[in-house]
């Protein structure tokens, strides 16, 4: 077969193939669900950059049940975006838009690769064949100084990224007065900071408490931990602040350490500051029951709670319920 | 105590010469035994063993707890940069050469920031002096009620604990990080001593390929551990964390290849210098987001006030190493110029200019939501679809010129000759995608990966069989010895060859596992069974164990592959010390095909909701990694090998 024959061979199979694979593939991705692609393009608020689909907090998989709901619903994908981001602080689209603040993002890389381009055009254009060996020819300097001025805007960059880390902790850790009341969108480690940097305020035990009832909550005790013993100990605290540590201290000594005499103990003295506290006492009953120490006393704990007037209506109940349990005599719950 | 201190601050001073450098070796190898010696024996007086380890961590886990936290991964620091320098040191007294006595000086430099870190802000050897102190307290979450408790420990981040990789992912991504201080090493040298040319080019370069075969390693052992533990089925998501090491890569990826050009055809000396210089900044830059914690990330486990100070080294190392750069570009331009873009050199620059982008495409996306934050108190996320939207395409295109580069000759090609290699390669790939569209799967991204891959790996194959027949017509012997003697004869080419193989199995790993995934939610009770993605799946019953460190509730579930037994698997939650939320492992069953992967949601004695994913081929991205790593590997033998050969070859001679 001739050289040219063959060419033709070459193309007509590439054509071909080409043509087929046009003709058979698909474009649009199958297994991914409309739903686990919203939620691959929103970021988890309470987890550290993952997604919603992504991510197995109890937040993510609620979002997620939300999305499967609006798309059964048949809601657009943007409208259900937006309704997200809406509802959640600290959602954010992963996919940032190629508009305003972000639009800088998108645009430049391509115009890296098109400055990379024509210094290469560039340097191919006007370096001279060379002369001997030494010479610096104009070219190679120019690439050079389009090298530097790139890494000049990769430092610039880093400067101002440490600018940020200033600004961002600057005037959050200069907060003298801080107000519970605005935490919500603050993160963990932003009150950590303040924290850290007004650990003798004398308001500071507002701060303590809200960001040890997000791990408390959270059931990440190890942190809890020393905020609520801070402010048991700072000797300033409200009585309701004292109360809520003592408990909560109480309820992880018993639940994470299974420390029954020191959860009795500290419930005791919350006792002791504030003898009607209904948590503390309600808690003092689990523990005494479940720790399997008094279940008589317990029930006597219960039973006066029950005569409370102001016992909310959940409240009671519970405590009715467990009750009952204790009647029958099986296990605590 | 005392002495590891002494030690370390008369090291401290040494920027000097040779004899420090054994100094340093000393002390790094000192500083690691005194933490591993505290650790094992559970020396809980040091706030790092008292925050970081427990009791009844076991083997090798209490080991590795000295590179779990911040002030330990220090130290691992600090000791391999000390074996890098001894490493430098041999080559040195092999052949006294003053640019290898600036390179020592620079990388005593280097570590005298590193040990400055250990004995400042960062100090491992911190001493408890009572149990209530900042960071002592946690040695018991309940310091009044342990009075008659024994002193256990916390013991370290239960995802660190969870998997045996994360004793060996850190130290070989750290032989990468750190060893790309002595390219950098040696381009300093070159630059301040005047000395431009063959020697530092040749140096950096294998340097480079060390680090590098690591870093590759060291990446992928990390994508491996967070696919075994993690339980989100992936290996890779954008992290700033993951990142900061996959930047350093892609300039070192460029680098390899530049710098080959420069050693072939004596040009871009100035880019080298630019992209050394570049990568060491960016593993002090992605030091900094991963241990200052700037960055909110799954991998942020340590956060201190380290910040400040690696940023300031960052700014001084990019200062100072331009500054150098600046005074001396008369010295470094090159005058060669390039014949034909139609060339190897040509297909290498295609390659800078792709792996510059990509890189910077990574940069920028990874530190855009800081700069926001910064200016205008936005929050902004940048995620997994910004950076699959660019950084795709920008692979296929890499891939399009690694199929072309190795078939085009060094200076230039002669008109038609690109045509004729590349057509056979070209056609092969089309016959896979087509095939693959055709019976296994139409997605767009698999066939295009398939497509790709194999174009990239006949090109490969053609090119070998081209040179062993042409050898074979000649010398008349066998297609198949003349075929080793082409791999043995050019090694280090080869070597590139088989890296290029890894990564062009790593995407279609990737594609595979990416797009062909099959996902469900279950819940069973006992005695139940599901059907999913071909097999069946029984839930046997729930289970509790007590092991040393850690309380173990897991569901156990049989495997069915039609009506054949396949394999027990048991997802599981672990639960460490106090913690009550317990780590969620995946149960993973790997077979040709692909992985199946069980994720225990919850669980309670009457029924488990269970995750189920599937990741279609998923093994070609752990071969395709470590092909990578090893033609890496092959390449540093192979010169040394051609090294000892050219040394015996004199000394016959003579």
């Known amino acids: 077969m001739s050289e040219r024959a063959r060419n033709g061979v070459f193309l007509a199979a590439i054509i071909g193939l080409a043509v087929v694979l046009a003709l058979t593939v698909s474009v649009r991705p199958q297994s991914e669900s409309r739903v686990s692609h919203i939620g691959s393009r929103i970021k988890c608020p309470v987890c550290q950059g993952e997604s919603i689909a992504d991510s197995p907090s109890q937040m993510a998989q609620d979002m997620m049940a939300l999305i499967a709901e609006r798309v059964a619903e048949g809601v657009s994908d943007e409208a259900i975006e937006a309704e997200l981001l809406d509802a959640y602080s600290g959602a954010v689209l992963l996919d940032p838009p190629m508009s305003g603040r972000t639009l800088a993002l998108w645009l ?160 005791d003295r919350a006792l002791e500051i504030d003898p009607s506290s209904q948590v503390a006492l309600y808690l003092k009953g689990t523990v005494l029951w479940c720790g399997d120490r008094d279940a008589e006393s317990a029930r006597a704990l219960f039973t006066a709670l029950l005569d409370d007037p102001e016992l909310p209506e959940e409240s009671r109940a519970q405590i009715e319920d467990d009750l009952a349990l204790l009647d029958s005599g099986e296990g605590c719950a | 105590m005392l002495v590891v201190r ?95 006595a600036g390179a020592l000086a620079v990388m005593g430099g280097v570590a005298v920031f590193f040990f400055g870190l250990m004995l400042t802000v960062s100090n491992p050897f911190e001493v408890c002096t009572s149990a209530l102190e900042v960071g002592c307290a946690q040695t018991s979450p309940f310091p009044w009620a342990t009075v008659d408790a024994p002193l256990q420990g916390p013991g370290p981040n239960p995802l660190l604990q969870n998997h045996f990789l994360m004793a060996v992912h850190p130290p070989v991504l750290y032989l990468g990080y750190v060893g790309l201080t002595v390219p950098f090493a040696y381009a300093i040298s070159a630059l301040a001593l005047r000395v431009p040319g063959p020697e530092w080019i040749r140096r950096s370069h294998r340097s480079t390929l060390v680090a590098w075969s690591f870093l590759t390693l060291g990446i992928v052992l990390g994508g491996w551990w967070a696919y075994e533990v993690l339980s989100w089925g992936g290996y890779w998501a954008w992290d700033p964390v993951e990142n900061a090491s ?10 390899i290849h530049s710098g080959l050009v420069q050693q072939r055809r004596k040009m871009l000396q100035a880019w080298n210098f630019v992209l050394v210089i570049t990568v060491f900044a960016l593993t002090i830059l992605g030091t900094f987001l991963t241990r200052s914690g700037t960055i909110n990330s799954v991998h942020s486990f340590t956060q201190s006030a380290i910040g400040p100070a690696l940023l300031g080294f960052l700014v001084l190392v990019l200062v100072g190493s331009f500054a150098l750069f600046a005074t001396r570009s008369h010295l470094v331009s090159t005058s060669s110029r390039i014949d034909s873009f139609v060339s190897r050199e040509g297909s290498f620059l295609a390659n800078n200019l792709i792996l510059t982008v990509y890189g910077f495409v990574v940069l920028i996306g990874t530190i855009y939501p800081l700069l926001l934050e910064a200016f205008t ?48 390669p070209i056609v092969i790939g089309l016959a896979a995608g087509v095939t693959t569209s055709l019976w296994i799967s139409r997605v767009g991204w698999v066939v295009l990966a398939v497509t790709f891959a194999v174009y990239v790996i006949s090109g490969i194959v053609a090119t070998l069989v081209r040179q062993a027949r042409a050898r074979a017509a000649k010398s008349g012997l066998s297609l198949r010895s003349e075929t080793w003697r082409v791999l043995g004869k050019d090694q280090t080419f080869w070597a590139g060859q088989l890296s290029h193989i890894g990564v062009a199995t790593v995407v279609v790993g990737i594609a595979f596992a990416a797009n062909l995934g099959h996902h469900a939610e279950v819940s069973l009770e006992p005695g139940e069974e599901t059907e999913f993605a071909g097999y069946t799946i029984v839930y046997e019953s729930p289970f509790q164990a007590r092991e040393p460190n850690r309380l173990v509730q897991g569901a156990r579930l049989s495997v069915l592959s039609g009506d054949d037994f396949v394999a027990t698997l048991e997802p599981r939650a672990n639960f460490y010390g106090a913690d009550t939320t317990g780590v969620v492992t995946p149960a993973v069953l790997s077979r040709p095909g692909g992985d199946l992967y069980l994720t225990l949601r919850d669980i309670d004695s009457e029924q488990v909701e269970l995750i189920l994913d599937t990741s279609p081929l998923i093994w070609m991205v752990w071969l395709g990694g470590i092909l990578t790593a090893a033609g890496g590997a092959w390449s540093v033998l192979a010169r040394r090998i051609s090294r000892a050969g050219a040394r015996r070859g004199q000394t016959a001679d003579v």
């Open chain 1, 108 to 267: 430049a890389p391509p115009a890296v690769a098109l400055i990379g381009l024509a210094v290469i055009v560039r340097w191919r254009r006007q370096s001279p064949i060379a002369a001997g060996d030494g010479t610096v020819d104009p070219g190679s300097a120019r690439k050079l100084a389009g090298g530097i001025l790139l890494t000049g805007a990769m430092v610039a960059i880093v400067v101002i990224a440490a600018t940020t880390l200033q600004d961002r902790e600057g005037p959050a850790a200069g907060v003298a007065n801080p107000d519970t009341q605005d935490l919500e969108n603050v993160s963990n480690e932003t009150m950590e900071a303040v924290i850290a940097s007004n650990a003798d305020h004398p308001e500071i035990n507002g701060m303590r408490l809200a960001l040890a009832e997000r791990y408390y909550e959270a059931g990440d005790y190890r942190s809890a931990f020393p905020h609520y013993l801070a402010v048991v100990d700072s000797g300033q605290a409200t009585q309701p602040e004292a109360v809520t540590s003592l408990v909560r201290l109480g309820w992880m000594a018993y639940e994470g350490n299974t420390e029954t005499e020191t959860a009795l103990s500290l419930f």
């Open chain 2, 6 to 100: 002494g030690i370390r601050v008369g090291r401290g001073g040494v920027s000097d010469l040779v004899s420090p450098a054994r100094l340093l070796g000393l002390g790094a190898i000192v500083s690691m035994t005194a933490l591993e010696l505290a650790l094992l024996t559970d020396d809980f007086s040091l706030a790092y063993v008292a925050n970081q380890h427990s009791t009844t961590t076991p083997f090798p886990f209490d080991f590795a707890t000295a590179w779990a936290a911040l002030e330990g991964s220090i130290v691992l620091w600090g000791l391999v940069l000390a074996g890098f320098t001894w490493m430098t040191l041999r080559r040195y007294r092999r052949s006294p050469d003053p640019l290898g």
């Open chain 2, 246 to 255: 996959f930047m350093p890569w892609l300039a070192a990826t460029a680098f």
């Open chain 2, 377 to 424: 108190d936005e929050q902004a996320a940048v995620g997994e679809p910004f950076f699959n939207r660019l950084a795709v395409p920008l692979s296929f295109l890499l891939l399009l010129f690694m199929g072309l580069g190795p078939l085009l000759p060094w200076k230039g090609s002669p008109a038609g000759q690109l045509w004729a290699r590349v057509r056979v």
